[in-house]
């Protein structure tokens, strides 16, 4: 009798993966195994009032020196579903010796339908959840966020728009890894083929289309918005929560660290007063209007 396939989901706490079962990862790594390892309360905000232990925001870059693990932040369930079912045929059809980390949030939220023309953006790492409403001549912003942050993000468009008439373009980015990967491939390409025409990475080609600059937000370190800051060709700015694990609700601990949506929209229009597409004065009056205590120390050093 020919034996059935079966991949296995193993879940755990998502700071506590690599942590504590960093060789068995390697291990699986060598083995080329496949399955799903799943980082529950993923983030270093989603779970509150347990500290560091339980507050991730390194995972996926640890997961990212693994080259035969495929990792994902996704923030909806139909991002989850298209990752899954793409692993599914990835390890199972295709038989490749991949495995996946995929994080997942504990937060209760609304779960929308996904946008048309999604799922290539969601497999390849980014996709262009909501387009700005713009005004002719109107300032605009790309915003950038991935799993649970993105719904900050999402909030930070609102006010841009509401308070300050920005016009915010809002990307979910499903993997900065995998987004990393492809870019490396792109300029590798390009380097050992001088004469034929240049390929873009996925970042290039889903930004070429749009203007201003682009504002990063993620539940995790700097580092990991950053892997993909050689291929945006513009000013880029990255929030991420650098720093230990705190023992608070989830709003102060955003505030905290800085990646909550008053602070994306700071860096948003700080970043379009650098470029002289708004006065600087509006950055102050944007601070002052949401509280923002710009004294206090730096988030990483307290």
């Not at 997942?104 to 799922?119: D, K, Q, T």
Request: with cysteine; hydrophobic share 40%.
């Amino acid at each position: 009798a020919h034996g059935v396939p079966m991949l296995p989901f193993y879940i755990f706490y998502s700071c506590f993966g690599f942590q504590r079962i960093g060789d068995l990862v390697w291990t699986a790594a060598d083995a080329r195994s496949r399955g799903f390892l799943l980082g529950a309360t993923a983030g270093r905000t989603t779970l509150s009032g347990e500290g560091l232990q339980h507050e991730d925001g390194s995972s996926h870059i640890l997961f990212s020196t693994v080259p035969n693990c495929v990792a994902y932040d996704p923030a909806f369930g139909y991002e989850v579903t298209a990752i899954v079912r793409d692993g599914m045929r990835r390890m199972l059809e295709n038989q490749e010796d991949v495995f996946y980390y995929v994080t997942v949030m504990n937060e209760n939220y609304i779960h929308p339908a996904m946008p048309a023309s999604a799922e290539e953006g969601i497999l390849r790492g980014m996709y262009r959840l909501r387009e700005g409403k713009s005004k002719k001549g109107a300032p605009t912003v790309q915003l950038l966020g991935s799993g649970t942050i993105l719904r900050e993000v999402l909030a930070a468009a609102d006010l841009l728009e509401k308070d300050w008439t920005i016009a915010a373009d809002v990307w979910s980015v499903t993997s900065f890894t995998e987004l990393r990967r492809d870019g490396m491939g792109a300029e590798r390409w390009n380097r050992l083929h001088p004469d034929a025409q240049p390929k873009q990475s996925w970042v290039e080609q889903s930004l070429a289309k749009t203007s201003g600059p682009v504002i990063a937000a993620s539940d995790y370190m700097r580092a990991l918005p950053d892997m993909i800051r050689t291929w945006v060709s513009r000013k880029y700015v990255v929030l991420g929560t650098d720093g230990f694990g705190r023992s608070d609700g989830r709003a102060a601990l955003r505030d905290f660290f800085e990646v909550d949506r008053n602070h994306v929209v700071v860096a948003a229009l700080k970043a379009l007063a650098d470029e002289g597409a708004i006065d600087r004065k509006i950055v102050r009056r944007a601070i002052e209007k949401y509280g923002i205590a710009a004294e206090r120390p730096n988030p990483w050093d307290v």
